[in-house]
């Protein structure tokens, strides 16, 4: 059982919700939730709607005059204000609010309240009439830094309109490893493309009135053990510099995002919220940020966050609050201190108008429109990555004979978008079935056959095959019991873990986990698929709350997967939807094989039709066993609300697939970077981030490692060919100017993604290559276009540790040019040089 009551005021979002490190640590806060969890009416409030009692003006409050600048705009409101007024401000109102971070109104001050409101991928947090984007990490497949500004222009006007003047992303940590759950929400292993990402949806974002608060500063990239000092992250100042850091200086610096988040990650001894080095050296004195920094959810962990550089502590005051107060009455903390917290939330919210023109949406107003959806399929569309193609792709919409649409992620179990804070609640949802059937012309057929159970459907294990029975684990609880394999074959085991509470039950067998069920929106049954002998005997444990232990045994699984094998082979192609529904905020997962028996599906359908093509919805990189036995693999993301149409569009060719990998696919997780356990999730309370700079393609490429699809790689119905580089050195030897030409080298119009990978001298100690450019291009058949890439000092420079800066290295850099970071696919190769910065 959950321990702590839910938050009942909005239904699908229950508050608060159970972080481990706060439950294990206070008592004292569990019963300050209990008393702030009264049920009520779901709240419909606007930020705004509290902000300016009647009768006030200019008069009373004379910085509401906006001719005035900022700064003395700021200073007049701070002169008018108490401690205690100062400490309202900085502190959360807990979880009774309409926003999932809250700043309180001060009517006096004609100050309106302020809500914070998720998210990277859309309105979050159960909120209704909003559009569910593809995930983040298919806007970055997209490499389109137009689609990207739209983007965020939707995700601005909508939680505008719903009141929240701020919204909590993008999220734009690092994709260190291809396990972390979150994944999904964020966008690359690359920090370029990070940064070309979040700049142009931030600028999206913010072009609507909207604040951005970019996420979490900084190298948070697990959920295992998150928030405790066991996420202890031992990382070089070089790595964050060059791989953790760039996204958020040019969040702060190019779009002038007006706020940042601090993470839960705790960085060489110090947690985020409490770093000193992030908030104070990183942020404020060298790339000079005037906006504020909130806490993550519980992320700060003393009071000298203030000092340190945390400016409002979300969604609780436990640090500050009373605790702040009393360290200023005692003289532990100056009053200066809070002054600047305060002085950088108001010089952000004058910026934003906040005070003279505050939203006055309303959490219950419908805010999706037509224009928003279509941005929401352009988007899964341009993103949509084809690995594989033998020419099976397109299908014909007319005159296609009969398809096979397969899988219970085609239609019963659809997987439109990731779980936790980032899950967004769509308004309509098109599935891949829906979409294929409402684009098929005459003489094309689609019939659809499930396959495989849906995780939810599974029947529990009988006490002949498990002793103990199962019985519900309750929060923090454990089963253990042994299973006996009546037969041999693939089982699917599954556990429900219905607490809606981020914290994650684990299932595992004969000591190796499965899965971990962080119990967040919108999935709480998790599987997986395991082989068992009959007659041998399993240990089965479970750690943690559950409701369910169901399983489907072989003679279960037989009739469905032969049913769609039998089906597939009558039919002139088929198509399996396969999903990962397992990602999530809150959990890692344990491996990259797909859960339920997907895996058996696509082997089964590909053995029994050679045009078998598989699609992939999964915010990160999932293993395909089957991968030689099909003829074709389309990777679609999450793709949002907008599934089956863009699907459609795709697989019958009225688009082009143009996505690119936004990061890379192992062959298996020998590969990854952070394979062992020492560096992913870490030993003994240390994640060593010891691969250094050497992240994601990085790695590969240092270390002549295959994978399965390299960084940036994509296929297209057409080809390209690149000729013509030309690397024209600029005035003063700083900016350097590269162009080549792109040809469609094919039958069809489409798109390409040309990319720059830059290779320093020797003396710089980088890996082979690094992104440097990108540019999306579309062309008919044998046209030609020239791309034009601009090298900058910043891209020509690398953190030298001894000189603790940023410096251009003298010598020979290699420039590469073609359509992914896969040397086979850079076809020009030219080279220049620089003398010593
Ligand atoms: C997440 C943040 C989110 C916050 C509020 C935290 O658990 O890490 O990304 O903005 O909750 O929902």
Same mark, same amino acid.
Request: hydrophobic share 40%; charged share 15%; with cysteine.
């Given at each position: 059982m959950?321990?702590?009551? +839910?938050?009942?005021?909005r239904?699908?979002r229950?508050?608060p919700?159970? +972080? +481990?490190?706060t439950l ?9 939730l209990l008393?702030?969890a009264a &049920?009520?009416a ?8 509290r902000?300016l ?11 509401l005059?906006q001719k005035?600048s %900022? ?8 002169s008018r =204000?108490?401690?205690?007024n100062e400490i309202?401000?900085?502190?959360g109102?807990g979880?009774?609010?309409?926003y /999932?971070?809250y =700043?309180?109104?001060?009517?006096p001050?004609?100050m &309106?309240?302020?809500g ?7 309105v ?5 009439g ?6 983040? *990490?298919?806007l970055a497949?997209?490499?389109?830094r ?6 965020g222009k939707?995700?601005g006007?909508?939680?505008w309109?719903?009141?929240?003047? *701020?919204?909590?992303g993008p999220t734009?940590n690092?994709?260190r490893? &291809?396990?972390w759950?979150?994944s999904?929400?964020?966008y ?7 940064g ?18 970019v ?6 990239n697990?959920?295992?053990k ?5 996420d202890?992250?031992?990382?070089s100042?070089?790595?964050l510099n060059?791989?953790y ?8 610096q190019?779009?002038r995002a007006?706020s940042v =988040?601090?993470?839960?990650?705790m960085?060489?001894?110090?947690f985020?919220c409490?770093?000193a ?6 942020l ?8 504020f920094?909130?806490?993550d959810?519980?992320a ?5 966050g203030?000092?340190?550089g945390?400016s ?7 640090f500050?609050g ?15 201190v809070v002054?600047? =917290?305060?002085a950088? %939330? ?19 107003d ?15 569309e341009a993103?949509?990555v084809?690995?594989k193609n033998d020419?099976t ?9 009969e ?6 992620a085609?239609?019963?179990a659809? @997987?439109?978008?990731?779980?936790g804070?980032?899950y967004?609640?769509?308004p309509?949802?098109?599935? &891949?079935?829906q ?25 529990a294990?009988?006490s002949t095959?498990?002793?103990?029975p199962y019985?519900?684990?309750p929060?923090?609880?454990r089963?253990t019991g042994t299973l ?5 074959g ?5 556990v429900t873990?219905?607490?809606?509470c981020?914290d994650?039950?684990?299932?595992? /067998? ?7 069920i962080?119990?967040t929106p919108p999935v ?6 395991v082989r068992?002998?009959a007659g041998h005997?399993? %240990?089965i444990k479970i750690t943690?709350?559950? @409701?369910a232990?169901t399983?489907?045994t ?6 469905g997967?032969?049913a769609?094998a039998?089906?597939?082979k009558?039919?002139?192609?088929a198509? *399996?939807?396969?999903s ?7 959990a890692?997962?344990?491996s ?8 058996e599906?696509?082997?089964?359908v ?16 999932v ?6 036995? /099909? ?5 679609a993301?999450?793709?949002?609300? @907008?599934n089956g149409?863009?699907l459609?569009?795709v697989?019958y ?5 143009s996505?690119?990998?936004p990061?890379t696919?192992p062959?298996?997780?020998s590969?990854v970077p ?5 560096r992913f999730p870490?030993?003994n ?5 010891s691969e250094g ?5 990085r790695?590969?490429?240092a ?20 000729s013509?580089?030309?690397?024209t050195p600029?005035?003063?030897g700083?900016?350097?100017?590269v162009?080549?030409? /792109?040809?469609?080298t094919?039958?069809?119009a489409?798109?390409?993604v040309?990319?720059?990978y830059l ?8 890996p082979?290559r690094?992104l440097?450019?990108?540019?999306r291009?579309?062309l008919s058949p044998?046209?030609s276009?020239?791309v034009t890439?601009?090298l900058n000092?910043q891209?020509l ?9 940023w410096v ?8 590469y ?5 896969a040397?086979a696919?850079l076809?020009l190769?030219?080279?220049?040089a620089m003398?010593? @910065?």
């Amino acid at each position: 059982m959950n321990p702590l009551p +839910r938050n009942g005021r909005r239904p699908g979002r229950p508050r608060p919700r159970i +972080r +481990r490190a706060t439950l294990a640590a206070t008592a004292s806060l569990t019963l300050s939730l209990l008393a702030l969890a009264a &049920p009520g009416a779901p709240a419909a409030a606007t930020a705004g709607d509290r902000a300016l009692p009647a009768g006030d003006s200019l008069a009373k409050c004379a910085w509401l005059n906006q001719k005035l600048s %900022i700064s003395t705009r700021v200073h007049m409101v701070l002169s008018r =204000m108490t401690l205690a007024n100062e400490i309202r401000m900085v502190g959360g109102q807990g979880t009774s609010e309409p926003y /999932v971070f809250y =700043m309180a109104a001060q009517p006096p001050f004609c100050m &309106p309240a302020m809500g914070l409101e998720d998210g990277p991928v859309g309105v979050g947090d159960g909120l209704h009439g909003v559009t569910q984007l593809p995930s983040a *990490v298919s806007l970055a497949a997209t490499f389109d830094r137009s689609l990207a500004q739209q983007y965020g222009k939707v995700i601005g006007q909508e939680e505008w309109g719903k009141g929240a003047a *701020v919204n909590l992303g993008p999220t734009i940590n690092i994709d260190r490893d &291809p396990r972390w759950g979150r994944s999904f929400e964020a966008y690359t292993e690359d920090p370029f493309l990070n940064g070309a990402m979040a700049v142009n949806e931030i600028n999206g974002v913010q072009s609507t009135k909207e604040m951005s608060q970019v996420k979490h500063f900084a190298a948070y990239n697990q959920e295992t053990k998150r928030n405790t000092p066991r996420d202890n992250v031992i990382v070089s100042p070089r790595t964050l510099n060059e791989i953790y850091f760039p996204g958020f200086k040019a969040s702060v610096q190019q779009a002038r995002a007006g706020s940042v =988040m601090c993470s839960y990650a705790m960085i060489n001894g110090a947690f985020a919220c409490n770093n000193a080095y992030l908030l104070r050296t990183t942020l404020d004195e060298r790339w000079h940020f005037p906006g504020f920094v909130t806490s993550d959810y519980g992320a700060l962990h003393s009071t000298r966050g203030a000092v340190q550089g945390t400016s409002m502590e979300q969604p609780f005051d436990r640090f500050y609050g009373a605790a702040l107060l009393n360290a200023v009455r005692q003289g532990r903390i100056p009053r200066s201190v809070v002054d600047g =917290m305060c002085a950088r %939330i108001l010089t952000e919210m004058f910026r934003f108008h906040l005070f003279n023109n505050p939203p006055t949406g309303n959490t219950r107003d419908k805010v999706t429109t037509r224009g928003h959806q279509a941005v929401a399929t352009r988007v899964a569309e341009a993103g949509t990555v084809l690995l594989k193609n033998d020419g099976t792709l397109p299908l014909s919409a007319s005159n296609g004979g009969e398809v096979a649409v397969i899988g219970p992620a085609a239609s019963a179990a659809t @997987s439109d978008t990731g779980g936790g804070s980032a899950y967004v609640t769509a308004p309509f949802s098109v599935t &891949p079935l829906q979409g294929l059937t409402a684009a098929a012309g005459s003489g094309t057929t689609v019939r659809y056959h499930q396959g495989l159970p849906a995780d939810t459907s599974l029947a529990a294990i009988p006490s002949t095959d498990l002793s103990p029975p199962y019985s519900p684990t309750p929060f923090g609880g454990r089963y253990t019991g042994t299973l006996t394999a009546p037969k041999t074959g693939t089982y699917v085991l599954a556990v429900t873990n219905p607490c809606r509470c981020y914290d994650a039950t684990t299932l595992s /067998v004969n000591g190796t986990p499965l899965f971990s069920i962080p119990s967040t929106p919108p999935v709480h049954t998790y599987s997986a698929s395991v082989r068992l002998t009959a007659g041998h005997r399993y %240990i089965i444990k479970i750690t943690g709350g559950s @409701s369910a232990l169901t399983w489907a045994t072989p003679s279960v699984l037989a009739p469905g997967i032969n049913a769609a094998a039998a089906a597939a082979k009558a039919a002139s192609a088929a198509v *399996v939807v396969v999903s990962d529904d397992t990602e999530s905020e809150a959990a890692d997962r344990f491996s990259l094989s797909l859960p339920s028996a997907q895996d058996e599906l696509v082997s089964a359908v590909a053995a029994a039709n050679p045009h078998t093509v598989v699609v992939v919805n999964a915010g990160a990189p999932v293993a395909m066993p089957w991968l030689n036995k /099909v003829a074709a693999v389309v990777d679609a993301w999450y793709p949002g609300e @907008s599934n089956g149409t863009a699907l459609a569009s795709v697989l019958y060719g009225n688009t082009d697939p143009s996505g690119h990998l936004p990061v890379t696919f192992p062959r298996n997780l020998s590969q990854v970077p952070a394979s062992t356990l020492q560096r992913f999730p870490g030993v003994n309370g240390r994640v060593h981030y010891s691969e250094g700079i050497d992240v994601g393609y990085r790695w590969y490429d240092a270390k002549n490692i295959t994978p399965m699809f390299p960084f940036g790689y994509g296929l297209s119905y057409t080809t390209f060919g690149f000729s013509n580089l030309n690397i024209t050195p600029g005035k003063g030897g700083t900016a350097v100017t590269v162009t080549a030409t /792109v040809t469609n080298t094919g039958h069809v119009a489409g798109t390409d993604v040309a990319q720059l990978y830059l290779g320093d001298p020797p003396v710089a100690g980088e890996p082979p290559r690094q992104l440097k450019g990108f540019q999306r291009v579309t062309l008919s058949p044998g046209q030609s276009s020239t791309v034009t890439f601009t090298l900058n000092k910043q891209d020509l420079a690398y953190w030298k540790t001894s000189a603790n800066k940023w410096v251009v290295p003298g010598g020979q850099f290699h420039v590469y040019v073609g359509d992914s970071s896969a040397l086979a696919n850079l076809p020009l190769h030219g080279s220049f040089a620089m003398v010593k @910065s």
